[in-house]
């Protein structure tokens, strides 16, 4: 075993559908996280982290096995096959600990694999051995989800939403016995106070995962969040308005900019109740861990607010969706540079725990530790990311035979897009139209082409697994073809 392992720790936190352009460490208007902001200059700002998938089942499926969602047996639930780096930490003795409440993300679909601790706040499937308090609260959400009852109450019965957000903030551990009554089961204040009592306790060497759902829709922010961004608060019927009918493009509904632009602060005060509380946490973590500790901040996607003509995170692959924020600081040491533009993707992540760790990298890992980028180094970086899903109107699918092919290819200023379902393919160059508004698919036919190459080829492995893949192509010395392709 590597001797610098028993020294180190790594905490992962995971924040769901925070796009990078709402950071003001990435260029954006509003400060909507000023301690993340701070925490963030004393490490590596990555202002191109692409995510392989554009909702939670195949992004974290590209984070925590480093393979793409469509190779080795898909991606939801995780196949046995696809070894997650949390399992590799275990084996490695290194104790390993997480905390989530995204339903996609639970025992159902093998994300506790590897962890020695791992407490799920979904609560919508039962399983077998479920305690009767787990029983009850399964019940309970489901007699609230029949007819959006939850969503009556929590935006029409008087008071209700303002004595939730007065408890959410106050007493957090509330949060559980709420946990029927609320859409986001572990919230905020609840991740953070188990997460800091964990850290209080523990011993090197860890690895933890913390992952917020705040930020996710329906956005319920504090009024005290919203208040940063704007001259009031919201109204109750004004945020059941935006939230539902808004961001559902109900039909009853024209969306005007000035909707657009008021669901943006419902969303950026969620961005900011989140932050609040990372300030906690990490004035705890640079307390207790002066070094050889490395903190990993990201995000599983983006989120859309109606630059395709959608809102949330289905079915699309534009850029809103595929670029993450990703901020890495290594305790103890001051960088040299802190803005990385290389372009780095999520399946980094795991190679870099297991870099940082000292363990060897699996050979059917397709991503490439980022550590040699945290040393300041000039490594090559791979020249390829994909992206990709199955999805069927607009809705995420979990495999080939419920849903359609939603691919994008990005290659330096190149970004290629195929939609099965629509028939139809993208062709947007990044640099003269970052917002992929204009299909250059008529304009460009070898680009096109040398796209279309690259598709075949990947979609092809989908029907061997990456080992055998890697077998093949160090049999024929090939490695480098993969690692471009
Ligand atoms: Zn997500």
């Given amino acids: 075993?590597?001797?610098?392992?028993?020294?180190?720790?790594?905490?992962?936190?995971?924040?769901?559908?925070?796009?990078?352009?709402?950071?003001?460490?990435?260029?954006?208007?509003?400060?909507?996280?000023?301690?993340?902001?701070?925490?963030?200059?004393?490490?590596?700002?990555?202002?191109?982290?692409?995510?392989?998938?554009?909702?939670?089942?195949?992004?974290?499926?590209?984070?925590?096995?480093?393979?793409?969602?469509?190779?080795?047996?898909?991606?939801?639930?995780?196949?046995?096959?696809?070894?997650?780096?949390?399992?590799?930490?275990?084996?490695?003795?290194?104790?390993?600990?997480?905390?989530?409440?995204?339903?996609?993300?639970?025992?159902?679909?093998?994300?506790?694999?590897?962890?020695?601790?791992?407490?799920?706040?979904?609560?919508?499937?039962?399983?077998?051995?479920?305690?009767?308090?787990?029983?009850?609260?399964?019940?309970?959400?489901?007699?609230?989800?029949?007819?959006?009852?939850?969503?009556?109450?929590?935006?029409?019965?008087?008071?209700?939403?303002?004595?939730?957000?007065?408890?959410?903030?106050?007493?957090?551990?509330?949060?559980?016995?709420?946990?029927?009554?609320?859409?986001?089961?572990?919230?905020a204040p609840?991740?953070?106070?188990?997460?800091?009592?964990?850290?209080?306790?523990?011993?090197?060497?860890?690895?933890?995962?913390?992952?917020?759902?705040?930020?996710?829709?329906?956005?319920?922010?504090?009024?005290?969040?919203?208040?940063?961004?704007?001259?009031?608060?919201?109204?109750?019927?004004?945020?059941?308005?935006?939230?539902?009918?808004?961001?559902?493009?109900?039909?009853?509904?024209?969306t005007t900019s000035r909707m657009i632009e008021d669901l943006k602060i419902l969303y950026d005060a969620e961005i900011h109740f989140v932050d609040e509380y990372l300030k906690k946490l990490i004035e705890l973590i640079k307390n207790r861990f002066k070094d050889n500790c490395l903190v990993i901040i990201t995000a599983d996607h983006g989120e859309s607010f109606y630059e395709h003509g959608l809102f949330g995170h289905q079915g699309s692959v534009y850029d809103e969706i595929l670029k993450i924020p990703l901020i890495i600081v290594e305790l103890g040491k001051k960088p040299i540079e802190k803005d990385i533009k290389d372009v780095v993707q999520i399946m980094d992540i795991a190679p870099t725990i297991l870099d940082y760790f000292g363990i060897d990298i699996p050979e059917n890992f397709q991503g490439s530790s980022l550590i040699p980028i945290i040393k300041g180094e000039n490594p090559i970086r791979k020249e390829v990311i994909i992206s990709e899903c199955y999805q069927k109107n607009r809705l995420m699918k979990r495999n080939r035979k419920e849903g359609l092919i939603l691919f994008a290819i990005r290659k330096h200023e190149w970004k290629y897009i195929f939609d099965e379902e629509k028939e139809a393919e993208f062709l947007f160059n990044l640099k003269s139209d970052p917002k992929e508004k204009n299909n250059l698919i008529g304009e460009n036919p070898e680009k096109l082409e040398e796209f279309r190459i690259i598709k075949e080829y990947h979609l092809e492995k989908t029907t061997t697994t990456s080992h055998e893949q890697s077998k093949i192509i160090k049999a024929i010395g090939m490695s480098n073809l993969n690692k471009t392709k």
Avoid at 164 to 186: D, N, Q
Avoid at 206 to 213: I, K, S, V
């Fill in 1 to 187: 075993m590597n001797k610098d392992l028993h020294r180190k720790a790594v905490i992962l936190i995971t924040i769901d559908a925070l796009r990078a352009d709402h950071l003001k460490c990435y260029g954006y208007h509003r400060n909507t996280t000023p301690n993340l902001n701070k925490f963030a200059e004393e490490g590596k700002i990555f202002l191109n982290t692409i995510t392989n998938g554009p909702e939670t089942p195949t992004a974290f499926s590209s984070l925590f096995t480093s393979i793409l969602p469509f190779l080795d047996g898909g991606y939801s639930p995780l196949p046995s096959q696809k070894i997650s780096l949390v399992q590799l930490l275990r084996e490695n003795r290194i104790f390993t600990y997480s905390i989530h409440s995204n339903p996609n993300l639970g025992r159902i679909f093998n994300y506790d694999r590897g962890f020695d601790v791992f407490l799920d706040g979904e609560r919508y499937k039962r399983k077998s051995n479920d305690s009767i308090k787990q029983l009850l609260s399964y019940h309970v959400k489901k007699i609230l989800d029949s007819n959006r009852l939850s969503s009556k109450l929590i935006y029409r019965l008087k008071g209700f939403n303002k004595i939730k957000l007065w408890l959410r903030k106050k007493i957090p551990f509330l949060t559980e016995i709420l946990l029927p009554f609320t859409p986001i089961a572990y919230n």
């Fill in 190 to 254: 609840y991740i953070v106070s188990k997460v800091i009592s964990f850290l209080n306790n523990s011993k090197k060497p860890f690895f933890l995962w913390a992952h917020f759902m705040d930020v996710h829709s329906p956005y319920n922010p504090p009024a005290k969040n919203v208040i940063n961004f704007r001259e009031k608060d919201f109204s109750i019927s004004e945020r059941e308005f935006l939230t539902n009918k808004v961001y559902s493009m109900s039909l009853e509904v024209k």
